[in-house]
């Protein structure tokens, strides 16, 4: 069975309509990759699936419908969201930021949890006691995902990761990505411009083009057709 099921979603801003009805299947333990131009609707997606935005249509998680649910009991049924530009907190420390991760829980569960989290972000472990805004892009982007998975999520969705990132910060991140699946069978939704790292990672592609899904494909096969990366995703 899928962990996400999305039918016939549609999100507008206004009178203006964002996504046209899509509907996508999220597989267990999968790590899907949301690709298209700027301004497609990648965004409005991952906020339509999480409740900070209005949305009609189907949204099963797990077998339940939490398309009318708000954005806390969305958060409390199993997904977290990295949003585009991270939203840490600067002016707490590295440790505060997980602590609130684990907002939902207290105690030993907590410490358990962010030792574990803390063996996939080395880096953050030294900087524990450091203030998140003196923190690097690249440090910061892996606080806001350690912070999301101190939810304990069952989805974690990543709103393009390695925006305003070095390459070589990039790739690392998208190693650790790939090593906390393997280690976990984390499901993870990314949304990403750089498709070639995330396909390498990605079980699956999806392209999105002015609020509708134009293709879904093995990410592998994505990857390699070259006509499809020349059209949709601006590659030459
Ligand atoms: N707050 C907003 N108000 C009005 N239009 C918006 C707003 N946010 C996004 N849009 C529009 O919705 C469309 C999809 O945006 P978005 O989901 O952010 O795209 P992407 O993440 O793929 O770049 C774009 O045409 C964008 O201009
Ligand atoms: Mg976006």
Do not use: C
């Not at 507008?12 to 333990?29: M, N, Q, T, V, W």
């Not at 411009?193 to 293709?215: F, K, P, T």
Request: no cysteine.
């Amino acid at each position: 069975m899928s962990l996400l099921r999305i039918e016939n979603l549609e999100a507008r801003y206004g009178a203006f309509k964002a996504l046209h009805g899509i509907s996508l299947d999220i597989e267990p333990g999968q790590i899907s990759v949301i690709l298209g131009a700027n301004g497609a609707g990648k965004t409005t997606t991952l906020r339509a699936i999480s409740g900070i935005m209005e949305r009609s249509g189907s949204i099963l998680f797990d077998g339940a419908r939490i398309d009318g649910y708000t954005a806390r009991q969305v958060v409390a049924a199993g997904i977290a969201h990295v949003p585009q530009g991270r939203g840490t907190f600067t002016d707490l420390t590295v440790d505060e930021n997980l602590r609130l991760g684990a907002y939902l829980r207290s105690g030993k569960q907590v410490v358990e949890d962010r030792e574990r989290w803390l063996e996939f972000f080395p880096r953050l472990r030294e900087r524990l006691q450091q203030q998140a805004g003196s923190l690097s892009g690249g440090e910061q982007q892996m606080l806001a995902i350690a912070r999301a998975l101190m939810l304990r999520p069952r989805l974690l969705l990543l709103d393009e990761p390695s925006l305003g990132l070095a390459p070589v910060v990039t790739q690392s991140l998208f190693k650790t990505l790939a090593a906390i699946r393997a280690a976990t069978s984390m499901t993870m939704l990314i949304v990403e411009q750089n498709a070639n790292l995330a396909l390498e990672i990605g079980d699956r592609g999806l392209v999105l083009e002015s609020g509708n899904i134009v293709l879904q494909e093995s990410a592998e096969r994505l990857a390699k057709n070259d006509e499809i990366r020349r059209i949709y995703l601006g590659y030459e």
